[in-house]
Protein backbone atom coordinates (compact mmCIF):
# COMPACT_ATOMS: atom_id res chain seq x y z
CA UNK A 1 0.00 0.00 0.00
CA UNK A 2 3.11 2.22 1.01
CA UNK A 3 4.34 2.10 -2.60
CA UNK A 4 1.09 2.63 -4.51
CA UNK A 5 0.57 5.50 -2.25
CA UNK A 6 4.23 7.24 -3.57
CA UNK A 7 3.15 5.98 -6.88
CA UNK A 8 -0.19 8.47 -6.87
CA UNK A 9 -0.42 11.25 -9.81
CA UNK A 10 -0.51 14.87 -7.97
CA UNK A 11 -3.79 16.44 -9.56
CA UNK A 12 -4.45 19.65 -10.01
CA UNK A 13 -6.45 20.44 -7.35
CA UNK A 14 -3.62 19.26 -5.03
CA UNK A 15 -1.49 21.72 -6.77
CA UNK A 16 -4.03 24.69 -6.59
CA UNK A 17 -4.18 23.61 -2.61
CA UNK A 18 -0.89 23.66 -1.85
CA UNK A 19 -0.03 26.88 -3.87
CA UNK A 20 -3.04 28.53 -2.09
CA UNK A 21 -1.32 27.22 1.46
CA UNK A 22 2.28 28.84 0.32
CA UNK A 23 1.03 31.79 -0.59
CA UNK A 24 -0.65 32.28 3.14
CA UNK A 25 2.62 31.79 4.67
CA UNK A 26 4.71 34.16 1.93
CA UNK A 27 7.61 30.81 1.76
CA UNK A 28 8.17 27.46 1.27
CA UNK A 29 7.57 24.87 3.63
CA UNK A 30 9.60 21.63 5.23
CA UNK A 31 7.97 19.15 2.58
CA UNK A 32 7.81 21.52 -0.56
CA UNK A 33 10.12 23.26 -2.61
CA UNK A 34 9.15 26.40 -5.44
CA UNK A 35 11.55 27.02 -7.92
CA UNK A 36 11.13 29.28 -11.11
CA UNK A 37 13.64 27.32 -12.96
CA UNK A 38 15.83 23.99 -13.06
CA UNK A 39 19.32 25.55 -11.45
CA UNK A 40 21.94 23.96 -10.08
CA UNK A 41 20.68 24.28 -6.78
CA UNK A 42 18.01 22.11 -7.44
CA UNK A 43 20.56 19.08 -7.04
CA UNK A 44 20.96 20.17 -3.20
CA UNK A 45 16.88 19.67 -2.82
CA UNK A 46 16.78 16.71 -4.62
CA UNK A 47 19.59 15.32 -2.43
CA UNK A 48 17.78 16.78 0.94
CA UNK A 49 14.23 15.17 0.28
CA UNK A 50 15.91 11.92 -0.67
CA UNK A 51 17.82 12.37 2.72
CA UNK A 52 14.95 13.15 4.30
CA UNK A 53 10.83 12.16 4.41
CA UNK A 54 10.96 12.80 0.90
CA UNK A 55 9.22 15.89 -0.32
CA UNK A 56 7.69 17.62 -3.30
CA UNK A 57 9.26 20.10 -5.95
CA UNK A 58 7.30 22.78 -8.23
CA UNK A 59 9.19 24.15 -11.13
CA UNK A 60 7.78 27.14 -12.72
CA UNK A 61 6.24 29.39 -9.84
CA UNK A 62 8.09 32.68 -8.97
CA UNK A 63 8.21 32.92 -4.95
CA UNK A 64 9.10 36.57 -5.34
CA UNK A 65 6.18 37.28 -6.88
CA UNK A 66 4.00 35.36 -4.57
CA UNK A 67 4.27 31.86 -6.24
CA UNK A 68 2.51 33.42 -9.73
CA UNK A 69 3.62 31.47 -12.55
CA UNK A 70 6.56 32.45 -14.75
CA UNK A 71 5.91 33.93 -17.83
CA UNK A 72 7.03 31.81 -20.85
CA UNK A 73 8.03 28.73 -18.75
CA UNK A 74 9.09 26.31 -21.02
CA UNK A 75 7.95 23.25 -19.07
CA UNK A 76 9.44 20.39 -21.37
CA UNK A 77 12.40 21.55 -21.58
CA UNK A 78 12.53 22.29 -17.54
CA UNK A 79 11.71 18.24 -17.28
CA UNK A 80 14.69 17.29 -19.69
CA UNK A 81 16.87 19.39 -17.42
CA UNK A 82 15.54 18.22 -14.42
CA UNK A 83 16.11 14.52 -15.44
CA UNK A 84 19.76 15.25 -16.34
CA UNK A 85 20.19 17.18 -12.71
CA UNK A 86 18.86 13.65 -11.39
CA UNK A 87 21.34 11.55 -12.56
CA UNK A 88 23.71 14.26 -11.21
CA UNK A 89 23.32 12.52 -7.89
CA UNK A 90 24.51 9.34 -6.10
CA UNK A 91 22.41 7.27 -6.51
CA UNK A 92 20.44 9.08 -9.07
CA UNK A 93 17.22 9.99 -7.97
CA UNK A 94 13.85 9.08 -9.36
CA UNK A 95 11.17 11.32 -8.86
CA UNK A 96 7.18 10.62 -10.18
CA UNK A 97 7.29 13.57 -12.59
CA UNK A 98 3.92 15.14 -13.54
CA UNK A 99 3.15 18.44 -15.84
CA UNK A 100 0.19 20.17 -14.54
CA UNK A 101 -2.11 23.14 -15.75
CA UNK A 102 -2.06 25.74 -13.20
CA UNK A 103 -3.50 29.68 -13.60
CA UNK A 104 -3.20 29.47 -17.04
CA UNK A 105 0.52 28.24 -17.43
CA UNK A 106 1.76 24.34 -16.61
CA UNK A 107 3.91 23.55 -13.93
CA UNK A 108 6.59 20.84 -13.41
CA UNK A 109 6.06 18.89 -10.11
CA UNK A 110 8.32 16.37 -9.05
CA UNK A 111 7.19 14.12 -6.34
CA UNK A 112 10.79 13.14 -4.59
CA UNK A 113 10.88 9.68 -2.33
CA UNK A 114 12.67 9.02 0.53
CA UNK A 115 15.31 6.74 -0.13
CA UNK A 116 16.19 3.41 1.88
CA UNK A 117 18.49 3.95 4.70
CA UNK A 118 20.92 1.23 2.95
CA UNK A 119 21.14 3.81 -0.27
CA UNK A 120 21.52 6.89 1.85
CA UNK A 121 23.14 9.68 1.82
CA UNK A 122 22.11 10.80 -1.29
CA UNK A 123 24.78 13.46 -2.29
CA UNK A 124 25.94 15.58 -5.50
CA UNK A 125 28.21 13.51 -7.03
CA UNK A 126 31.18 15.76 -8.09
CA UNK A 127 30.97 17.55 -4.77
CA UNK A 128 31.54 13.95 -2.65
CA UNK A 129 29.41 12.57 0.03
CA UNK A 130 31.08 14.81 2.80
CA UNK A 131 30.42 18.08 1.18
CA UNK A 132 27.35 17.16 -1.37
CA UNK A 133 25.00 15.80 1.32
CA UNK A 134 21.84 17.55 2.46
CA UNK A 135 18.62 17.45 4.68
CA UNK A 136 15.77 19.38 4.53
CA UNK A 137 15.56 21.88 7.71
CA UNK A 138 12.71 24.05 7.83
CA UNK A 139 12.12 25.35 4.18
CA UNK A 140 15.73 25.20 3.11
CA UNK A 141 18.62 22.96 2.39
CA UNK A 142 21.76 22.59 4.76
CA UNK A 143 24.66 20.01 4.80
CA UNK A 144 24.34 16.89 6.64
CA UNK A 145 27.15 16.88 9.13
CA UNK A 146 29.70 14.33 9.19
CA UNK A 147 28.42 13.14 12.17
CA UNK A 148 25.07 12.14 10.37
CA UNK A 149 26.67 11.10 7.30
CA UNK A 150 28.83 8.59 9.36
CA UNK A 151 25.49 7.65 10.88
CA UNK A 152 23.98 7.04 7.35
CA UNK A 153 27.07 5.03 6.84
CA UNK A 154 26.61 2.85 9.85
CA UNK A 155 23.10 1.26 7.82
CA UNK A 156 25.23 -0.44 5.30
CA UNK A 157 26.79 -2.82 8.09
CA UNK A 158 26.46 -4.05 11.59
CA UNK A 159 28.10 -0.85 13.84
CA UNK A 160 30.20 -2.85 16.38
CA UNK A 161 31.22 -0.12 18.70
CA UNK A 162 29.01 -2.24 21.52
CA UNK A 163 31.45 -4.42 21.14
CA UNK A 164 34.78 -2.25 21.77
CA UNK A 165 36.53 -2.94 24.73
CA UNK A 166 37.31 -0.56 27.61
CA UNK A 167 40.93 -0.87 28.17
CA UNK A 168 40.93 1.21 31.43
CA UNK A 169 38.86 -1.24 33.25
CA UNK A 170 39.07 -4.65 34.44
CA UNK A 171 36.62 -7.32 35.08
CA UNK A 172 36.39 -6.39 38.87
CA UNK A 173 34.37 -2.89 37.83
CA UNK A 174 31.50 -5.36 36.73
CA UNK A 175 29.15 -6.17 39.48
CA UNK A 176 29.94 -9.83 40.52
CA UNK A 177 26.55 -10.90 41.97
CA UNK A 178 25.15 -9.76 37.87
CA UNK A 179 27.97 -11.15 36.09
CA UNK A 180 27.54 -14.57 37.92
CA UNK A 181 23.80 -14.95 37.72
CA UNK A 182 24.46 -14.44 34.12
CA UNK A 183 26.70 -16.65 33.73
CA UNK A 184 24.70 -19.22 35.42
CA UNK A 185 21.56 -18.54 32.82
CA UNK A 186 24.32 -18.72 29.84
CA UNK A 187 25.35 -21.98 31.00
CA UNK A 188 21.63 -23.48 31.54
CA UNK A 189 20.78 -22.04 28.05
CA UNK A 190 23.85 -21.84 25.98
CA UNK A 191 26.05 -24.91 27.34
CA UNK A 192 28.37 -24.95 24.42
CA UNK A 193 29.44 -21.22 24.90
CA UNK A 194 31.58 -22.84 28.18
CA UNK A 195 32.95 -25.65 26.50
CA UNK A 196 36.45 -24.18 26.26
CA UNK A 197 35.41 -22.45 30.22
CA UNK A 198 34.80 -19.69 31.72
CA UNK A 199 38.09 -17.87 29.82
CA UNK A 200 36.74 -18.74 26.41
CA UNK A 201 32.84 -18.14 27.79
CA UNK A 202 33.85 -14.57 28.81
CA UNK A 203 35.37 -13.62 25.39
CA UNK A 204 32.34 -15.57 23.26
CA UNK A 205 29.40 -14.02 25.09
CA UNK A 206 31.80 -10.42 24.36
CA UNK A 207 32.05 -9.86 28.14
CA UNK A 208 35.58 -9.77 27.79
CA UNK A 209 37.63 -8.19 24.79
CA UNK A 210 41.36 -8.28 25.15
CA UNK A 211 41.37 -9.20 28.56
CA UNK A 212 39.11 -5.79 28.96
CA UNK A 213 35.01 -5.27 29.56
CA UNK A 214 33.59 -4.16 26.20
CA UNK A 215 31.18 -1.23 26.38
CA UNK A 216 28.48 -3.80 26.78
CA UNK A 217 29.19 -5.30 29.59
CA UNK A 218 30.62 -2.43 31.20
CA UNK A 219 26.95 -0.68 30.53
CA UNK A 220 24.90 -3.40 31.32
CA UNK A 221 26.77 -5.07 34.17
CA UNK A 222 29.00 -2.31 35.29
CA UNK A 223 29.40 -1.16 38.88
CA UNK A 224 29.73 2.31 37.64
CA UNK A 225 30.06 2.73 34.08
CA UNK A 226 30.38 6.76 34.77
CA UNK A 227 33.43 6.33 35.57
CA UNK A 228 35.22 5.81 32.35
CA UNK A 229 32.27 7.53 30.54
CA UNK A 230 30.98 10.13 32.74
CA UNK A 231 28.34 11.46 29.93
CA UNK A 232 26.75 8.25 29.35
CA UNK A 233 23.92 8.92 31.99
CA UNK A 234 20.49 10.10 31.43
CA UNK A 235 19.70 13.49 32.42
CA UNK A 236 16.16 14.52 34.09
CA UNK A 237 14.73 17.74 34.28
CA UNK A 238 11.07 18.97 35.84
CA UNK A 239 10.04 22.57 33.63
CA UNK A 240 7.61 24.87 35.11
CA UNK A 241 6.36 25.53 31.47
CA UNK A 242 5.51 24.09 28.21
CA UNK A 243 9.05 25.45 26.82
CA UNK A 244 12.57 25.32 28.43
CA UNK A 245 12.97 28.78 28.74
CA UNK A 246 9.98 30.10 30.45
CA UNK A 247 10.69 30.80 34.14
CA UNK A 248 8.32 30.96 36.91
CA UNK A 249 8.70 32.84 40.34
CA UNK A 250 12.70 32.93 39.37
CA UNK A 251 13.20 29.31 38.35
CA UNK A 252 13.56 27.13 35.12
CA UNK A 253 14.13 24.37 36.71
CA UNK A 254 11.88 22.80 39.34
CA UNK A 255 13.81 19.07 39.75
CA UNK A 256 17.07 17.90 38.29
CA UNK A 257 18.63 14.79 38.20
CA UNK A 258 21.24 13.09 36.70
CA UNK A 259 20.50 9.72 36.71
CA UNK A 260 23.90 7.17 36.79
CA UNK A 261 24.77 3.87 37.17
CA UNK A 262 24.06 0.50 34.89
CA UNK A 263 21.36 0.81 32.02
CA UNK A 264 18.89 -1.57 35.07
CA UNK A 265 19.59 1.29 37.59
CA UNK A 266 19.11 4.16 35.28
CA UNK A 267 16.54 3.05 34.17
CA UNK A 268 14.95 2.23 37.65
CA UNK A 269 16.10 5.92 38.60
CA UNK A 270 14.12 6.88 35.66
CA UNK A 271 10.75 5.59 36.39
CA UNK A 272 10.89 6.84 40.23
CA UNK A 273 12.06 10.69 39.20
CA UNK A 274 9.26 10.64 36.61
CA UNK A 275 6.60 8.94 39.02
CA UNK A 276 8.19 11.30 41.54
CA UNK A 277 6.61 14.52 39.70
CA UNK A 278 3.60 13.65 38.62
CA UNK A 279 -0.25 13.13 39.33
CA UNK A 280 -1.91 9.50 40.09
CA UNK A 281 -5.74 9.89 39.63
CA UNK A 282 -8.28 7.24 40.72
CA UNK A 283 -10.86 5.82 38.34
CA UNK A 284 -13.76 4.00 39.98
CA UNK A 285 -15.32 1.40 38.31
CA UNK A 286 -17.99 -0.47 40.46
CA UNK A 287 -16.54 -1.51 43.45
CA UNK A 288 -13.13 -1.18 42.45
CA UNK A 289 -10.84 1.45 41.97
CA UNK A 290 -7.84 1.83 39.67
CA UNK A 291 -5.05 4.24 39.46
CA UNK A 292 -4.38 6.14 36.65
CA UNK A 293 -0.50 7.62 37.13
CA UNK A 294 -0.09 11.00 34.56
CA UNK A 295 2.41 9.12 32.55
CA UNK A 296 2.29 4.62 32.91
CA UNK A 297 5.38 3.28 34.66
CA UNK A 298 5.35 0.52 32.26
CA UNK A 299 5.24 3.36 29.24
CA UNK A 300 7.90 4.95 30.90
CA UNK A 301 10.15 2.04 31.45
CA UNK A 302 9.80 1.09 27.35
CA UNK A 303 10.78 4.43 26.55
CA UNK A 304 13.53 4.67 28.27
CA UNK A 305 14.62 1.02 27.67
CA UNK A 306 14.89 2.02 24.19
CA UNK A 307 17.08 5.03 24.40
CA UNK A 308 19.20 3.95 26.35
CA UNK A 309 19.69 0.28 24.50
CA UNK A 310 19.26 1.82 20.87
CA UNK A 311 20.89 4.76 21.44
CA UNK A 312 24.06 5.96 19.47
CA UNK A 313 27.23 4.80 20.57
CA UNK A 314 30.20 5.73 18.79
CA UNK A 315 32.79 8.14 19.82
CA UNK A 316 31.54 11.02 18.61
CA UNK A 317 28.31 9.95 20.62
CA UNK A 318 29.64 9.34 24.19
CA UNK A 319 29.92 12.75 25.52
CA UNK A 320 26.04 12.75 25.28
CA UNK A 321 23.57 11.66 27.61
CA UNK A 322 19.66 10.40 27.04
CA UNK A 323 17.38 13.20 27.99
CA UNK A 324 14.02 13.15 30.30
CA UNK A 325 12.42 16.82 30.17
CA UNK A 326 9.03 16.89 31.70
CA UNK A 327 6.80 19.88 31.22
CA UNK A 328 3.34 20.66 32.40
CA UNK A 329 1.89 19.25 29.62
CA UNK A 330 3.91 16.32 28.24
CA UNK A 331 7.28 13.87 28.98
CA UNK A 332 9.99 13.80 26.44
CA UNK A 333 12.32 11.19 26.38
CA UNK A 334 15.63 11.61 23.69
CA UNK A 335 18.05 9.74 23.00
CA UNK A 336 21.39 10.39 20.51
CA UNK A 337 21.07 8.49 16.97
CA UNK A 338 17.91 8.12 15.25
CA UNK A 339 16.07 4.99 14.03
CA UNK A 340 18.75 2.45 12.74
CA UNK A 341 18.35 -0.11 9.90
CA UNK A 342 14.83 -0.54 8.17
CA UNK A 343 13.01 0.84 11.06
CA UNK A 344 11.17 4.09 9.57
CA UNK A 345 8.32 6.05 11.83
CA UNK A 346 5.95 4.29 9.75
CA UNK A 347 6.48 1.05 10.14
CA UNK A 348 7.38 1.40 13.82
CA UNK A 349 6.04 -1.23 16.06
CA UNK A 350 4.64 -3.13 12.97
CA UNK A 351 4.63 -7.07 13.22
CA UNK A 352 8.49 -8.26 11.79
CA UNK A 353 9.73 -5.04 11.30
CA UNK A 354 12.99 -4.47 13.72
CA UNK A 355 16.61 -3.70 13.67
CA UNK A 356 19.17 -3.92 16.83
CA UNK A 357 21.86 -0.98 16.24
CA UNK A 358 23.63 -2.49 19.43
CA UNK A 359 23.17 -6.11 19.18
CA UNK A 360 25.63 -6.65 22.19
CA UNK A 361 23.73 -4.66 24.59
CA UNK A 362 20.51 -5.79 23.95
CA UNK A 363 21.19 -9.12 24.15
CA UNK A 364 22.74 -8.86 27.37
CA UNK A 365 19.65 -6.82 28.46
CA UNK A 366 17.48 -9.60 27.44
CA UNK A 367 19.08 -11.98 30.15
CA UNK A 368 20.10 -9.51 32.82
CA UNK A 369 17.49 -9.08 35.78
CA UNK A 370 15.62 -5.39 36.17
CA UNK A 371 14.93 -4.15 39.87
CA UNK A 372 12.01 -5.53 41.22
CA UNK A 373 11.55 -8.40 38.83
CA UNK A 374 11.70 -8.95 35.28
CA UNK A 375 14.30 -8.57 32.91
CA UNK A 376 15.39 -5.55 31.58
CA UNK A 377 14.54 -5.67 27.73
CA UNK A 378 12.61 -8.93 26.17
CA UNK A 379 13.99 -7.72 22.42
CA UNK A 380 10.64 -9.66 20.97
CA UNK A 381 9.62 -6.61 19.16
CA UNK A 382 7.13 -5.66 21.56
CA UNK A 383 7.77 -2.92 23.37
CA UNK A 384 5.78 -0.19 21.24
CA UNK A 385 2.94 -2.69 21.62
CA UNK A 386 3.73 -2.94 25.80
CA UNK A 387 4.02 0.88 25.61
CA UNK A 388 0.64 1.54 23.79
CA UNK A 389 -1.25 -0.64 25.77
CA UNK A 390 -0.08 1.05 28.84
CA UNK A 391 -1.07 4.47 27.37
CA UNK A 392 -4.65 3.00 26.61
CA UNK A 393 -5.75 1.48 29.47
CA UNK A 394 -4.10 4.86 31.08
CA UNK A 395 -7.02 6.84 28.79
CA UNK A 396 -4.22 8.27 26.63
CA UNK A 397 -3.23 8.66 23.53
CA UNK A 398 -0.65 7.24 22.00
CA UNK A 399 3.06 8.86 22.04
CA UNK A 400 4.32 10.87 19.07
CA UNK A 401 7.78 9.80 17.66
CA UNK A 402 10.27 12.26 16.29
CA UNK A 403 12.99 11.14 14.63
CA UNK A 404 16.29 13.15 12.99
CA UNK A 405 19.60 12.01 11.72
CA UNK A 406 21.37 12.72 15.05
CA UNK A 407 18.50 12.14 17.46
CA UNK A 408 15.00 9.97 18.31
CA UNK A 409 12.42 11.12 20.64
CA UNK A 410 9.13 9.82 22.30
CA UNK A 411 6.74 12.27 23.37
CA UNK A 412 3.77 11.01 25.87
CA UNK A 413 0.94 13.78 26.07
CA UNK A 414 -0.09 14.25 29.86
CA UNK A 415 -3.23 11.86 30.13
CA UNK A 416 -6.18 14.79 31.21
CA UNK A 417 -8.60 13.84 33.28
CA UNK A 418 -11.71 11.41 33.30
CA UNK A 419 -15.43 13.00 34.34
CA UNK A 420 -15.62 10.07 36.27
CA UNK A 421 -12.04 10.66 37.93
CA UNK A 422 -11.49 11.31 41.22
CA UNK A 423 -7.64 12.14 42.84
CA UNK A 424 -8.28 11.17 46.44
CA UNK A 425 -9.35 14.99 47.37
CA UNK A 426 -8.81 18.26 45.88
CA UNK A 427 -6.46 19.15 48.81
CA UNK A 428 -4.21 16.58 48.07
CA UNK A 429 -3.50 18.03 44.82
CA UNK A 430 -3.58 21.32 45.39
CA UNK A 431 -1.09 20.67 47.94
CA UNK A 432 1.11 18.44 45.49
CA UNK A 433 0.69 21.04 43.16
CA UNK A 434 1.91 24.21 45.57
CA UNK A 435 5.16 21.98 46.85
CA UNK A 436 6.56 21.59 43.65
CA UNK A 437 6.57 25.53 43.00
CA UNK A 438 7.60 28.61 45.23
CA UNK A 439 4.53 29.87 44.68
CA UNK A 440 1.12 29.72 42.53
CA UNK A 441 -2.19 31.79 41.61
CA UNK A 442 -5.61 30.28 41.55
CA UNK A 443 -5.41 30.13 37.89
CA UNK A 444 -2.36 28.30 37.11
CA UNK A 445 -3.34 25.39 40.13
CA UNK A 446 -6.60 25.17 38.13
CA UNK A 447 -4.49 24.65 34.84
CA UNK A 448 -2.54 22.36 36.42
CA UNK A 449 -4.68 20.37 38.35
CA UNK A 450 -7.73 20.32 36.09
CA UNK A 451 -10.28 21.03 39.56
CA UNK A 452 -12.75 23.47 38.77
CA UNK A 453 -11.61 27.09 40.28
CA UNK A 454 -14.26 26.87 43.08
CA UNK A 455 -12.74 23.00 44.43
CA UNK A 456 -9.03 24.61 44.24
CA UNK A 457 -10.27 27.74 46.32
CA UNK A 458 -11.94 25.74 49.18
CA UNK A 459 -8.95 23.82 49.25
CA UNK A 460 -6.61 26.47 49.39
CA UNK A 461 -8.85 28.00 52.28
CA UNK A 462 -8.70 24.46 53.69
CA UNK A 463 -4.82 23.73 53.68
CA UNK A 464 -4.42 27.97 55.29
CA UNK A 465 -6.95 26.72 58.40
CA UNK A 466 -4.43 23.86 58.81
CA UNK A 467 -1.71 26.08 58.70
CA UNK A 468 0.49 24.18 55.69
CA UNK A 469 -0.22 27.16 53.33
CA UNK A 470 -0.40 31.13 53.18
CA UNK A 471 -1.10 33.98 51.09
CA UNK A 472 1.85 35.93 49.36
CA UNK A 473 -0.47 38.89 49.39
CA UNK A 474 -3.79 40.82 51.19
CA UNK A 475 -6.74 38.69 51.36
CA UNK A 476 -8.17 40.49 48.42
CA UNK A 477 -5.41 41.35 45.98
CA UNK A 478 -5.86 40.45 42.14
CA UNK A 479 -2.24 39.83 42.54
CA UNK A 480 -2.69 36.61 45.14
CA UNK A 481 -0.75 33.82 45.25
CA UNK A 482 -0.35 30.83 47.80
CA UNK A 483 2.90 29.38 49.10
CA UNK A 484 3.72 26.31 51.16
CA UNK A 485 4.60 27.61 54.56
CA UNK A 486 8.49 27.34 56.26
CA UNK A 487 6.93 26.79 59.40
CA UNK A 488 4.04 24.76 58.83
CA UNK A 489 2.81 23.40 61.36
CA UNK A 490 0.69 20.10 60.12
CA UNK A 491 0.81 18.12 57.32
CA UNK A 492 -1.78 15.32 57.67
CA UNK A 493 -2.82 13.51 54.13
Known sequence: ??????????????????????????????????????????????SAFSNGSGGLIIVGL????????????EVKRAQDQLETRCDQLSPPVRPIID???????????????????????????????????????????VHLSKYEIDRLLEEKTQPRWDEQPVVESTIDDLDSEQLERYLDLQRERRPKTFSGGNDAALKRLRILRENHPTLASLLVLG????????????????????????????????????????????????????SANMRTGALIEGAF?????????VAVREAVVNALMHRDYSPTSLGSPVHINMFVDRLEISNPGGLYGGVTLRSLGEPGVSSTRNQRIATLLED????????????RGTGIDTMNKALTDALMPPPHYSNRLDSFTVTFYRRRVAPQEEYGTARDLV???????????????????????????????????????????????????????????????
Open 368 to 379: VSFPGGGVVAEN
Open 289 to 297: RRDLPDYPP
Open 99 to 141: LLPFEGSTVLVAKVPELASIDKPCYVTVKGQYNGSYIRTGDGD
Open 431 to 493: LARLETAISASTTEIVAQTKLSRSAVQQAINSLIKEGLAERTEPARSPKQRYRIRSDRTSHST
Open 1 to 46: MKLAAEREAMSPKSIDEIVSGLRIIGTDKQSVEVKSGVGKDILETL
Open 223 to 274: EYPQEFYPRLTASFALFPGTRKGEITEGQRLLDSRTLTGSIPEIVNAAIKAV
Open 62 to 73: SEKDGFQPVPHF
